[in-house]
Nanobody, 121 residues
Framework: QVQLVESGGGLVQAGGSLRLSCAAS????????MGWFRQAPGKGREFVAA????????LYTDSVKDRFTISRDNAKNTVYLQMNSLKPEDTAVYYC??????????????WGQGTQVTVSS
């Protein structure tokens, strides 16, 4: 079965950095667009970033542009989210997702279980 396993979350002070990883198995990773979403307490799930199978197209939500970087390593079946200059409003559970239309309509076929990111002020 398909598994997406996130790691790298934690507690960091404002201005700090974290790198999230998502290891995929049970699917042909190089054929899927991959994305990161987040859900803050009491809020709905929010799109953060996405990358096509080749890495040729990348999208970010406006609030993370110039601070977050999504990348992927198809040889390792892993997608990353480098998060710099973190702010308290970045606090959320971050989810990895895989699907053909992640960039097109923010939908996904598969989801990870999430990893908590907490940014203290």
């Amino acid at each position: 079965q398909v598994q997406l396993v996130e790691s790298g979350g934690g507690l960091v002070q404002a201005g700090g950095s974290l790198r999230l990883s998502c290891a995929a198995s049970g699917l042909t990773f190089s054929m899927y667009s991959m994305g990161w979403f987040r859900q803050a307490p009491g809020k709905g799930r929010e799109f953060v970033a996405a990358i096509t199978w080749s890495g040729g197209r990348i999208l970010y939500t406006d609030s993370v542009k110039d601070r977050f970087t999504i990348s992927r390593d198809n040889a390792k079946n892993t997608v990353y989210l480098q998060m710099n200059s973190l702010k308290p409003e970045d606090t959320a559970v971050y989810y990895c997702a895989a699907g053909a239309r992640v960039l097109a309509d923010r939908s996904a076929d598969y989801w990870g279980q999430g990893t908590q990111v907490t940014v203290s002020s």
